[in-house]
């Protein structure tokens, strides 16, 4: 469902967005947008940029019991990533890579 709204608004190919799954993570404009996109859907980003605190509570509702505290110590390791970018789309594709880089085993993205 949020990929269903998120690519079309972002005009994104499914070859760009389903490499991220392998760790491949394409900088141009449309991916980073589509991921702050799928962020925005899973109330995670606040005033624009990624919020840990919201982050955290989502993690808690949605991810698996058996991976929800590996997710969590991952959040933690990037959670200052965002910091370094002015722009919403730049800040939510990198702390995105940031998790993936971390713990590619737990990693997921629609």
């Not at 690519?7 to 760009?16: G, H």
């Not at 141009?28 to 962020?39: D, L, N, R, S, T």
């Not at 840990?52 to 997710?71: G, H, M, S």
């Not at 993936?100 to 085993?105: A, G, I, M, Q, T």
Request: proline residues 6%; negative net charge.
């Amino acid at each position: 469902m949020m990929r269903k709204s998120c690519q079309p608004k972002n005009n994104v190919a499914d070859d760009k967005i389903d490499p991220l799954n392998e760790g491949v993570f394409i900088d141009e404009k449309e991916v980073k947008c589509y991921v702050a996109c799928i962020m925005k859907m899973a109330n995670t980003i606040k005033n624009g940029k990624p919020n840990y605190e919201a982050t955290v509570k989502q993690i808690d509702l949605l991810l698996p019991d058996d991976i929800k505290e590996a997710a969590k110590e991952a959040l933690t390791a990037c959670k200052k990533v965002p910091d370094a970018y002015k722009d919403g789309c730049d800040a939510a594709f990198h702390i995105t890579q940031c998790i993936y880089n971390y713990n590619p085993e737990i990693f997921f993205f629609p």
